[in-house]
């Protein structure tokens, strides 16, 4: 759902796919061909939310912030299941991994990637292509061309996702019996083994 709060509404490019299970209130800014997944909670309404281009919020995450602050995601970056992003700046092209925690003020750079279950402390400044994992958050190496050349393939599926959903995503009935010639699925997509 989409809400108005004090004043403000949403913009969202038209090519931007918000699932409808998904909360996006108020100063909120979303670019063209942006994911948000069931679940999700985009909260503008003590602070503006810019989420460039190219972006994913995956199922479950939420985007907030204290009164004033302004959270940005920069192009293409890559927020996964369950993450929290609370007034924090995420740099393009980064990924933050499935229920990482960003606290306030953190700035992640360019090209780095957040291992799932990490949090990052209040403050943390991240430099470009580092990867981080761990609780508190460390950086234990720089992320190489081939970690970043896998991210970014993994973000260009969830670019397309916004026009799959708009063609083929609806609700329906449950059929009872797996059919004889259902397809299987493409894996054409090779998981990080690091």
């Known amino acids: 759902?989409?809400?108005?709060?004090?004043?403000?509404?949403?913009?969202?490019?038209?090519s931007a796919f918000i699932h409808p299970q998904a909360a996006v209130t108020g100063n909120v800014i979303i670019g063209r061909d942006v994911y948000v997944g069931p679940g999700a909670a985009i909260r503008g309404d003590w602070g503006q939310i810019i989420i460039d281009d190219g972006c994913n919020v995956q199922?479950?995450?939420?985007?907030?912030?204290?009164?004033?602050?302004t959270v940005r995601l920069?192009?293409?970056?890559?927020?996964?299941?369950?993450?929290?992003?609370?007034?924090?700046t995420i740099g393009?092209?980064?990924?933050?991994?499935?229920?990482?925690?960003?606290?306030?003020?953190?700035?992640?750079?360019?090209?780095?990637?957040?291992?799932?279950?990490?949090?990052?402390?209040?403050?943390?400044?991240?430099?470009r292509r580092s990867?981080?994992?761990?609780?508190p958050g460390k950086i234990i190496k720089a992320v190489s061309d081939d970690m970043i050349a896998w991210k970014t393939e993994?973000?260009?599926?969830y670019q397309q996702l916004p026009a799959e959903c708009y063609d083929s995503l609806r609700p329906c009935e449950p059929l009872r019996e797996v059919?004889?010639?259902?397809?299987?699925?493409?894996?054409?997509?090779?998981?990080?083994?690091?």
Request: hydrophobic residues 40%; charged residues 20%.
């Open 179 to 194: 059919p004889k010639d259902r397809p299987a699925q493409a894996r054409d997509y090779k998981i990080w083994k690091g």
């Open 131 to 135: 990867l981080v994992v761990g609780n």
């Open 1 to 14: 759902m989409i809400y108005e709060f004090n004043g403000y509404r949403p913009v969202i490019h038209e």
């Open 59 to 69: 199922e479950n995450c939420t985007i907030h912030m204290f009164p004033g602050i």
């Open 92 to 127: 393009r092209n980064s990924l933050i991994g499935m229920n990482a925690v960003l606290m306030d003020e953190v700035e992640i750079g360019e090209e780095c990637i957040v291992g799932a279950l990490c949090f990052i402390k209040t403050g943390e400044k991240i430099p």
């Open 154 to 157: 993994g973000t260009q599926l």
């Open 74 to 88: 920069h192009e293409s970056a890559h927020i996964g299941h369950g993450a929290i992003v609370h007034g924090a």
